[in-house]
């Protein structure tokens, strides 16, 4: 078996491992360092719940192999919160009601995330075909956008 | 998962010689948004990746003599959020802002995207009426070839073994030109296309049609370009009886199957419509609104 | 032995408000442990080998070059789990066989659907064990197949069992067929009810199977141990019945086998069955090591529960001044490959709106060669619904009343008759119809192409057993726990009942849920029965603990218990009565705990009855493009009778899931299969549940009628909004093209052949 | 003390009772009807306990022997429900 050392910054933190060529980021993430955050929920890139962004670029880590993470640097959910300190997305989510089961959060919450970064004050419907990558069989989706478009008008201050 | 080697070379010849050489079963790796889904299903079982993102040539986006070159490994949301390119290609844009989810595009390549060989990839008609040419690189040297001429059936291209696509080169757009692509899908988002069309027409100073180049995407063996369908609008002011024939020429010329996504008659009829409804849309971006 | 009721008319502090649920932080951090998250030291990786055929005989299973990989720990098949006797045990309706059970887990004489379980195999790495999976040598003889649950019933299909004979019909038939029970509810003269009737209208129907479409594969990790001892981290709907089943298929007896409920992503009823956990036992079992199995999204499509497809024809009267007169459908469902789809509980619901004094439904389990299927948000309901509710839609406009009119005419209410035999014992249905009637959007004038459709639903909500404890700490914060497993945030509305209950704050409450070596048996989360039947025994214990500290009170003061009352949280002296002690809040009590004593602690048990039905009432305006056939949802409008919201927005989020998912049933979800019976969509790409960009904004009303048999009058909520969707959509799209669709789903080549004509 | 009047369903009467489908049946709780059920026919009180469930005036309830019965109430055995 022919692992590959790979150097990656996580969460801001420095990260070596080892893995396979076949193996993708995913499964690196859960398997081998343990950080179970990022969810599998179809391992084909149609359901977002293993959202995380590579060098700022929101992908999902199912569909990108470990190896192509040498370099790079990855945020995952695990990194979102500031010790206790909730990012406004995850506060906004709570308090909206933007989860039942929650399986699917970690991804919207990276993918919404990415999306403020970008464009602070996005409309309804930007915020629907943004997040249409990330599947929810709990919620119906509605309060989900709600506490995205709540968190955007605190990040804007208005 | 049988023993996989994994390269990263740094130019395309590099990538070529890789490829040349391979004993087994090699392939490109630009998003890998198709490829690790058939690797994980077991459709493909490659003995060798060539990742070609470290290439610069292939992941820059650049003007070239009045016209844009882009990397075949630049992924779809660097394209879209690349203001100058999109404002001059809206209907490639449109293309590449359909390719899956946001995440998807953040990986997807417009080179993987046609390489793969979809049938239904929505890139590929909007490049095929956009007129873009494929550099291609192999063992003895490059080529280019019209993208229209890359793809020859499902999961099959014209390439030859050792030959990858290294950049697409988009022509310099003469003025009051305009080009739309639609595509039908139950979902609003996150589909494969059942039906796609692009138009890329040009007017003259009159409103008169001078150019129009047509493509399907998901009715045929591969994304079709219908020169007759084009020389409907020609000579015309892209009125209603124009869109019409041009929408009658279109669902003849498709050839679908039923399948999982839709049935061939549902295919034929909506190629018309949409067709008809991506040369509107054309005709609006030519005239200035849009 | 119910608690006491409190008087619904009283002002409530806390429940009906909105906390954020206890297990939020945990989800929103990705900390909490689901199915998949649990890692154990020397913990190894589970994959099962699945069959390739839709029907075929296993004639022999050669996992020798699988053992031999360096690597592969453990290799199980059927024959590592005991048969049993091939007898239905327990109520008809949801009858379990043990002899079917254990051949869904792992097949033995015949794989009956692509994806069935054959083996597995346990191995130091994932790559590993997908290695052996490929090494292992099945010899199948391959058998015809049917898939349509017509095909299945035709004489001369391929039968899935030689030997099945069909239950429920007198005499019994001679020979075997795929139809596993036939059963029918009837009441009033059929004849003489359609005499009277001026319209009426028969029309067939058919719905394709659907997914629950939870975004967790189903998994889990299992450790058993050389004493036989056995530990289960399982993301299931009930890890009390997971243990029963798991201990069942695998000879245990229950007392060794402790399941630990792991946080679930989504259930709808798809996780009250076993799949993955009786296989990593017997994994661990057979290696001495945990073992993790995690399906993958296309096992899940392939080779776990759907809800019946089905085919119907309805027949309804109705007279011009639109009193419903007589009914009668047949209903045949798929029950996939083993027997026990949900076609009771569809025949049971299909009136169960409406007084209608002559009525038949007939109903028939058929088996084929598909998933077994297993319960889908109020089982049976949505299916039936979608026939009775759209020849109403048709009848309505023959005698030229609004739909709403048609249904409120006939709406049943406490003392209606129902087609199963008792009484209706509680209101709510007509509420919910008013609730559109007056609201404002059911006025909207609509535009070309578009349309305006309605529907109602029933939908019976559980009672059942189970059980609660109490614990006071020393500050006077205090603990619930109970074994009813959560998704839709009951640990919130526990702990909303308790704090109430104690006249304590919310935040000082910790809601929890136990495993099973450390509460009593809870029944599966599941039915809507959860807020109801595990409040009412929280509750409970909570009064039990109220009669404790008012003891102790009286202790402290030398007074007869009687002299104590409870209020807002505080033991206090009777008004009037002699002697001044200021009032003993629960943390000063809980502080003298050891002197008046010892720990304050109690624990609530109950077999919970009483329960009021849900139902719900929903508009839909939709638009459709006729050149394309596409469906667009403009705007939906959805009332259901909750009894009393406990948690406010947790509610209100219950009925906007079930609607989506209804969009989804209605307009994109089906099981494609190919001339093999492969499914070709086994995928979300091509397995199409709703996204964010596909949905307006849900406007929920939720109408509160108290169910008196519930301390705050909590009705069940999660399953009946499920229920109206369908046919409502399918009513609006008529209005919008003229075109009655009877087929779901109504995809667009669908509609777009039905407009062309 | 005016009697329970206890119905089956037709398809458990067909089964269990040979078609006798109503009962009167003096008893204050759910444990004296059963038993009084078993002696018109022997194993049917097992049948009942494992296989239905019970409505008392509408009430829907799971079988338990401590249920009281009002004099005069309708009772209906029922199949369980189950749900999703």
């Known amino acids: 078996m022919s692992k590959h050392h790979i150097t990656t910054t996580i969460n801001n933190n420095p990260v070596e491992f080892l893995c396979e060529p076949h193996q993708p980021l995913l499964d690196v993430l859960r398997d081998e360092l343990g950080m179970t955050g990022t969810k599998e929920g179809c391992g084909t890139g149609d359901c977002g719940s293993c959202s995380v962004t590579l060098d700022g670029r929101l992908v999902c880590s199912c569909l990108v192999l470990a190896v192509e993470a040498e370099g790079k640097t990855i945020q995952t959910i695990e990194g979102m919160a500031q010790g206790d300190h909730l990012h406004v997305l995850q506060r906004k989510f709570l308090e909206h009601a933007a989860l039942q089961c929650g399986i699917c959060t970690p991804g919207f919450l990276i993918a919404a995330r990415a999306l403020l970064e970008r464009n602070a004050n996005p409309t309804e419907e930007e915020v629907r075909f943004w997040l249409a990558g990330n599947l929810c069989r709990c919620t119906g989706y509605q309060k989900i956008i709600e506490a995205v478009l709540d968190a955007a008008k605190e990040i804007r201050g208005a | ?290 | 032995m119910l608690t006491k009721t409190m008087d619904p008319a009283k002002v409530l502090k806390v429940v009906g408000t909105s906390p954020v649920r206890p297990d939020g932080v945990p989800k929103v951090t990705g900390q909490a442990v689901y199915g998949a998250d649990t890692i154990l030291p020397g913990m190894i990786w589970g994959k099962i080998l699945r069959s390739p055929h839709a029907h075929a005989r296993i004639k022999s299973i050669d996992t020798s070059k699988a053992a031999a990989l360096p690597g592969v720990k453990a290799i199980v098949t059927g024959a590592d789990l005991p048969d049993h006797k091939f007898e239905y045990v327990g109520p008809e309706r949801v009858a379990v066989n043990y002899w079917h059970m254990t051949r869904n887990i792992l097949a033995r004489e015949k794989v009956l659907y692509e994806g069935h379980a054959i083996a597995a195999v346990a191995a130091t790495t994932p790559a590993i064990a997908q290695q052996a999976l490929d090494l292992i040598h099945v010899d199948y003889e391959i058998l015809p197949h049917v898939i349509d649950v017509d095909e299945a019933m035709k004489p001369g299909a391929p039968l899935l069992f030689e030997d099945m004979i069909t239950r429920g019909i007198e005499p019994a038939p001679t020979t075997p067929s795929n139809i596993a029970k036939r059963l029918e509810f009837s009441v009033g003269d059929l004849a003489k009810g359609f005499a009277e009737a001026d319209e009426v209208v028969e029309m067939s129907f058919t719905t394709a199977a659907v997914h629950q479409g939870y975004i967790e594969p189903h998994s889990c990790v299992a450790r058993y141990g050389a004493d036989g001892q056995c530990e289960l981290w399982s993301a299931s709907q009930g890890h009390f019945v997971v243990r029963a089943y798991t201990a069942k298929l695998l000879g245990m007896d229950i007392g060794s086998l402790l399941v630990h409920p792991a946080e679930i992503g989504g259930g709808f009823g798809g996780k009250t069955v076993v799949y993955v956990e009786p296989v990593a036992v017997a994994l661990s079992k057979k290696s001495g090591l945990p073992v993790k199995i995690m399906m993958s999204r296309e096992d899940v499509l392939k080779a776990t529960g759907p809800t019946s497809g089905a085919s119907m024809t309805v027949k309804i009267g109705v007279t011009k001044a639109g009193k419903i007169v007589a009914a009668d459908s047949t209903f045949k469902f798929q029950a996939g490959a083993f027997p026990g789809s949900p076609v009771m509980n569809g025949a049971m619901c299909a009136y169960a709106c409406y007084d209608i004094p002559n009525s038949r439904a007939v109903g028939y389990d058929v088996v084929s060669n598909r998933p077994k299927s297993a319960a889908y948000r109020a089982p049976g309901s949505p299916i039936s619904a979608f026939g009775v509710e759209s020849v109403l839609d048709i009848l309505a406009k023959k005698i030229g009343m609004d739909p709403l009119e048609l249904r409120y005419k006939n709406a049943v209410s406490a003392g209606s008759p129902t087609a199963w035999g008792p009484k209706h014992a509680h209101d709510g249905f007509k509420e919910t119809i008013e609730a559109l009637m007056k609201h404002p959007s059911y006025k909207i004038p609509l535009g070309k192409n578009q349309g305006r459709g309605v529907a109602s639903g029933f939908w019976f909500n559980g009672g059942g057993e189970s059980a609660a404890t109490l614990h006071v700490n020393e500050d006077g914060s205090v603990v619930v726990a109970t074994g009813s497993m959560d998704v839709g945030g009951s640990r919130a509305s526990m702990a909303l009942m308790a704090a109430e209950t104690l006249g304590i704050p919310y935040d000082k409450v910790r809601s929890t849920v136990a495993d099973t070596a450390s509460i009593g048996y809870n029944h599966v989360t599941g039915g809507s029965r959860v807020t109801y039947a595990t409040g009412i025994a929280v509750v409970q214990a909570c009064n039990t603990v109220i009669e404790d500290m008012r003891g102790r009170a009286a202790l402290t003061w030398d007074v007869s218990i009687d002299d104590v009352i409870w209020e807002d949280g505080h033991a206090k002296l009777v008004a009037g009565h002699a002697g001044d002690h200021a009032p003993l809040s629960l943390a000063a009590i809980a502080a003298k705990r050891a002197v008046t004593g010892g720990p304050i602690v109690a624990e609530a048990a109950v077999n919970a009855g009483g329960m009021a039905p849900g139902f719900s009432t929903q508009f839909y305006d939709v638009e459709v493009d006729p050149e394309t056939g596409h469906t667009k949802i403009l705007r939906v409008v959805a009332a259901q009778d909750v009894g009393r919201a406990i948690h406010h927005d947790y509610c209100e989020g219950q009925i906007q899931g079930g609607v989506v998912q209804g969009i989804g049933w209605a307009l994109n979800e089906e099981y494609v299969y190919d001339k093999e019976g492969h499914l070709s969509n086994a995928g979300f790409l091509d397995y199409r549940i709703p996204v964010a960009s596909d949905l307006p904004h849900i406007d929920v009303v939720m109408v509160e009628v108290p169910n008196p048999n519930h301390p705050f009058g909590a009705k069940g909520v999660g399953e009946v909004n499920i229920v109206p969707p369908m046919a409502a959509i399918a009513n609006a799209i008529e209005q919008a093209t003229g075109k009655r669709m009877t087929s779901l789903p109504m995809s667009p080549p669908k509609v777009l052949a039905a407009i062309d004509g | 003390m005016t009697a329970a009047h206890i119905v089956l369903t037709s398809g458990f009467s067909r089964r269990y009772t040979n078609g006798v489908k109503e009962f009167d049946i003096d008893a204050t709780n759910v444990r004296g009807l059963l038993k009084a059920m078993d002696q018109l026919y022997p194993g049917l009180a097992e049948i009942l306990e494992e296989e239905t469930a019970i409505a008392i005036d509408g009430e829907l309830h799971e079988v338990v022997y401590t249920q009281v019965l009002r004099p005069g109430c309708e009772v209906f055995f029922i199949p369980r429900i189950e749900g999703g």
């Not at chain 2, 595009?105 to 793969?116: F, Q, S, Y």
């Not at chain 2, 499902?154 to 022509?171: I, N, W």
């Not at chain 2, 138009?199 to 998901?218: E, P, Y």
């Not at chain 2, 419509?273 to 200035?288: E, M, P, S, T, Y």
Request: with cysteine.
């Open chain 2, 1 to 290: 998962m049988s023993v996989l080697r994994y390269e990263t070379p740094a130019t395309v010849e590099a990538a070529a010689a890789l490829l040349a050489s391979a004993s087994g079963p090699a392939r490109v790796l630009a998003g890998g948004t198709d490829m690790l889904v058939q690797m994980r299903s077991g459709r493909v079982k490659p003995e060798l990746l060539v990742d070609v993102k470290h290439i610069s040539e292939m992941t820059s986006l650049t003007q070239e003599n009045g016209g844009w070159r882009i990397g075949a490994a630049v992924n779809c949301m660097a394209l879209v959020e690349n203001k100058a390119f999109a404002s001059e290609w809206p209907g490639v844009i449109d293309g590449a802002n359909l390719v899956g989810s946001v995440q998807v595009r953040g990986r997807a390549t417009l080179g993987g995207n046609l390489c793969n060989a979809s049938p239904a990839a929505d890139s590929v008609p909007a490049m095929i009426a956009a007129g873009a040419v494929a550099s291609v690189v192999g063992p003895n040297g490059r080529r280019d070839v019209p993208v229209e001429q890359i793809n020859v059936g499902p999961g099959k291209t014209s390439l030859q073994k050792g030959e990858l696509v290294a950049s697409f080169f988009l022509p310099s757009r003469p003025a009051h030109s305009g080009d739309a692509y639609l595509r039908f899908t139950p979902r609003s988002e996150m589909d494969i296309a059942v039906v796609g069309a692009g138009v890329n027409l040009t007017l003259d100073a009159h409103g008169v049609c001078t150019a129009a180049r047509v493509s399907l995407g998901a009715v045929a063996a591969q994304a079709l370009f219908l020169p007759e369908a084009g020389q409907a609008l020609v000579g015309t002011k892209v009125d209603e009886a124009a869109l019409d024939a041009l929408a009658a020429s279109a669902s003849a010329a498709a050839k679908p199957i039923d399948d999982k996504r839709g049935t061939k008659a549902f295919r034929i009829k909506v190629a018309g419509v949409l067709a008809k409804r991506a040369a509107i849309a054309a005709l609006a971006r030519a005239k200035g609104i849009n």
